[in-house]
């Protein structure tokens, strides 16, 4: 009884098509990278990838370099070094992880992928704010090394209702940066290209959308560990036809699970929403505990922050406005606590898992007396785990454990 | 006789309590954690049957708490000590309650109902500001031992602000108010307000209030600091020490699973 049970994580068997996607498309940034054609643009997760992908532009995701860096355990090698040139520990993870493996010349596409010696050089540096400033700084910092054109949109942030005047801003930008990114790649830009990829995102986007919501039905076919893997096509293929097939693959796999009542977790006791980022270094440890405690965390808003519902190829600009603004990281508290209510009611949750990432205040909503305010309204328990995204400096496994534990056996008393 | 034992591993000391049937409490112990759980939850367990004298060949049932459930190779079952603590609490003071339970390496807020069920919990974060351990640093620091920082603290002519609230800092606070002046006696009690001060930060605390812990059981003044701070009289079970294993011998004694000779 005294010892922690071993537990197996059932094995998605889209995994290794997943893979080769993912080998491909480094390859192909990599060969780019080496011969100069196509141009690379990197690009924030989200971005305007789809116009870059227009201009002809194959697209590089740093924020996707870093959540390797985190799944690796590599990125407490790195963040120091880029704390020691001045990029403060308290910073995004991400930035310090990247920077300091740019800086250290380390990869882990190395070790994945045979021959990539680094990460694509890129010919421009596309941000979008609405992330948070901290990518702006990182390709900030990335453009002054490599001497290389930053661009990017600054957001409205903490939107209740979205207003034209929010979108006309994204869209005027967008347009501005036209004429630099034409020249560039070298391309000129063709409007029934942009509609072209962004139809493919949309289907990618219903596709993911779909393939989350498989998580209604109990027990649930996925966890939210093994969905923020299988994200990986949505974030950095989005456009990309493969995508679309592989979200295909998936959702085919996901439903069968469904119909033959077959759950991530063996015995599924109790249903939970992840709010935050994933802990990158402890996704398979905390799968695994999640499995022991017979408890399915099913639901996130990390994992639904790439549904792009209005892309919309009949008014490109405006549309592509709409969903980088939408998401629930720009919005306001209001907002998201609706958000996650409809959540916890069409998932039927049995409560809330806040992640109070130390480096990443934009994704940790536990700050602000959310969990709080929706223990009261929702009357289901919320638990706050603190830790960070990459740091595992900021994460006490045996004290986020025991929170946890306690946290179930609250569930199991009431 | 069946017997049901709560073995509570803490950072810094296990805990071992004995019951009967009847829950009445035979015996109990309290040893240091040292850098080995399984040994220091093995001799927890023999000094508390030596107190009840109780022999080893009698039916135990056994039940692990604390940082080092995990090690207790002769427990029966685990569970966190955030549960038991709240059993525990419960089983002296069977009405609603907030605990207030100052460890050795963590504080804990566990809110339990009319009856007995656990409401919510919160933990310290990862610094151990206001726990034992900060005591233990700062003590040590001024040079005075552990034991000696209730009485101390008792005789202070006056109050003085600790503003820091890391330990770190706080220590270099403390320099700036020796190179003042100021007597150890009220540098300790304004250590002892910023424990009080940790507590106040993680909940409202509203309601009847229970304190337990090591650090309760050995500083009662604390305690009366904190009534003082909240306008109210607090609730300190007669062992505050092992609320944790009383209540993880309350829940071995439900469980009445399987039993170790």
């Given at each position: 009884m005294s010892e922690e049970k071993k537990v197996?994580?059932?094995?998605?068997?889209?995994?290794?098509?997943?893979?080769k996607l993912m080998a491909d498309y480094f390859y192909e940034l990599d060969k780019a990278s080496k011969e100069g054609s196509p141009k690379v643009a990197w690009c924030?997760?989200?971005?305007?990838?789809?116009?870059?992908?227009?201009?002809?532009?194959?697209?590089?995701?740093?924020?996707?370099?870093?959540?390797?860096?985190?799944?690796?355990?590599?990125?407490?090698?790195?963040?120091?070094?880029?704390?020691?040139?001045?990029?403060?520990?308290?910073?995004?993870?991400?930035?310090?992880?990247?920077?300091?493996?740019?800086?250290?010349?380390?990869?882990?596409?190395?070790?994945?992928?045979?021959?990539?010696?680094?990460?694509?050089?890129?010919?421009?540096?596309?941000?979008?704010?609405?992330?948070?400033?901290?990518?702006?700084?990182?390709?900030?910092?990335?453009?002054k090394e490599l001497k290389v054109p930053a661009m990017g949109i600054s957001?409205?942030?903490?939107?209740?209702?979205?207003?034209?005047?929010?979108?006309?801003?994204?869209?005027?930008?967008?347009?501005?940066?036209?004429?630099?990114l034409e020249e560039i790649s070298g391309q000129k830009f063709d409007i029934d290209k942009l509609r072209h990829f962004l139809s493919l995102s949309y289907e990618c986007t219903q596709l993911w959308k779909k393939i989350l919501e498989t998580n209604t039905a109990a027990p649930a076919p996925m966890s939210f560990f093994d969905a923020t893997i299988h994200m990986g096509p949505a974030v950095v293929l989005r456009g990309?036809?493969?995508?679309?097939?592989?979200?295909?693959?998936?959702?085919?796999?996901?439903?069968?699970?469904?119909?033959?009542?077959?759950?991530?977790?063996?015995?599924?006791?109790?249903?939970?929403?992840?709010?935050?980022?994933?802990?990158?270094?402890?996704?398979?440890?905390?799968?695994?505990?999640?499995?022991?405690?017979?408890?399915a965390v099913i639901a996130s808003t990390y994992c639904n922050s790439w549904v792009f519902e209005s892309f919309d190829p009949e008014d490109p600009f405006m549309s592509m406005a709409r969903a980088y603004t939408e998401i629930f990281i720009?919005?306001?508290?209001?907002?998201?606590?609706?958000?996650?209510?409809?959540?916890?009611?069409?998932?039927?949750?049995?409560?809330?898992?806040?992640?109070?990432?130390?480096?990443?205040?934009?994704?940790?909503?536990?700050?602000?007396?959310?969990?709080?305010r929706l223990?009261?309204?929702?009357?289901?328990?919320?638990?706050?785990?603190?830790?960070?995204?990459?740091?595992?400096?900021?994460?006490?496994?045996?004290?986020?454990?025991?929170?946890?534990?306690?946290?179930?056996?609250?569930?199991?008393?009431? | 006789m069946n017997y049901f034992v709560g073995i509570d591993v803490g950072a810094s000391t296990t805990k071992a309590v004995i019951i009967d049937e009847k829950k009445e409490i035979?015996?109990?112990?309290?040893?240091?954690?040292?850098?080995?759980?399984?040994?220091?939850?093995?001799?927890?367990?023999?000094?508390?049957?030596?107190?009840?004298?109780?022999?080893?060949?009698?039916?135990?049932?056994?039940?692990?708490?604390?940082?080092?459930?995990?090690?207790?190779?002769?427990?029966?079952?685990?569970?966190?000590?955030?549960?038991?603590?709240?059993?525990?609490?419960?089983?002296?003071?069977?009405h609603a309650h907030t605990l207030i339970d100052i460890g050795g390496q963590d504080s804990k807020i566990i809110k339990v109902n009319d009856s007995g069920k656990r409401i919510g919990f919160k933990m310290n974060r990862k610094c151990a500001a206001g726990t034992g351990a900060f005591l233990e640093e700062i003590a040590n620091r001024l040079r005075v031992k552990i034991g000696e920082l209730n009485e101390l603290a008792k005789k202070a002519e006056r109050n003085i602000q600790i503003g820091s609230y890391c330990t770190v800092f706080t220590a270099t606070e403390l320099l700036t108010k020796i190179r003042e002046g100021i007597d150890v006696k009220e540098l300790i009690k304004g250590i002892f307000d910023s424990v009080v001060k940790r507590a106040l930060e993680m909940d409202p605390l509203d309601g009847n209030i229970v304190m337990t812990g090591g650090v309760v059981a050995y500083n009662?003044?604390?305690?009366?600091?904190?009534?003082?701070?909240?306008?109210?009289?607090?609730?300190?079970p007669p062992l505050p020490q092992l609320t944790g294993a009383i209540g993880a011998a309350l829940y071995a004694s439900e469980a009445k699973g399987d039993q170790n000779a």
């Open positions: 197996a994580i059932k094995k998605i068997q889209a995994t290794g098509l997943m893979r924030t997760s989200v971005g305007p990838a789809e116009l870059l992908l227009s201009l002809g532009f194959l697209v590089y995701y740093p924020e996707n370099h870093g959540a390797m860096l985190g799944a690796t355990r590599a990125a407490n090698n790195y963040i120091p070094v880029a704390n020691a040139i001045g990029y403060s520990p308290d910073i995004c993870s991400y930035l310090t992880s990247d920077v300091g493996a740019f800086i250290k010349k380390e990869t882990p596409l190395s070790l994945a992928y045979k021959g990539i010696e680094g990460v694509p050089k890129p010919d421009v540096l596309v941000y979008n704010t609405n992330q948070c400033r901290d990518v702006q700084e990182w390709f900030s910092w990335y453009s957001t409205y942030r903490n939107i209740g209702k979205i207003e034209n005047y929010h979108l006309e801003s994204i869209v005027s930008q967008m347009k501005d940066m036209i004429p630099a990309n036809p493969q995508a679309v097939g592989y979200y295909k693959v998936l959702l085919k796999e996901l439903e069968d699970r469904v119909a033959n009542k077959e759950g991530a977790v063996e015995g599924e006791r109790f249903r939970l929403y992840w709010e935050g980022m994933p802990i990158w270094g402890k996704l398979r440890a905390l799968a695994e505990f999640f499995i022991s405690l017979k408890t720009v919005r306001d508290e209001n907002f998201k606590e609706k958000y996650i209510e409809k959540v916890v009611n069409k998932y039927k949750l049995d409560g809330i898992l806040f992640h109070d990432a130390k480096t990443c205040p934009n994704n940790s909503n536990n700050r602000y007396g959310m969990p709080e223990e009261k309204k929702l009357n289901i328990p919320a638990l706050t785990i603190n830790g960070d995204l990459n740091d595992m400096r900021c994460y006490s496994e045996e004290q986020a454990k025991t929170n946890i534990e306690a946290f179930i056996e609250q569930l199991e008393a009431r | 035979f015996g109990y112990s309290v040893v240091n954690s040292g850098a080995d759980f399984k040994a220091a939850a093995e001799e927890a367990f023999k000094k508390s049957r030596e107190s009840a004298k109780r022999k080893a060949s009698n039916k135990y049932s056994v039940l692990a708490t604390g940082y080092g459930r995990r090690n207790v190779s002769f427990a029966n079952q685990t569970k966190t000590e955030i549960s038991c603590h709240a059993q525990g609490s419960f089983f002296h003071f069977p009662p003044f604390l305690v009366k600091m904190f009534e003082e701070k909240l306008d109210r009289e607090i609730f300190v």
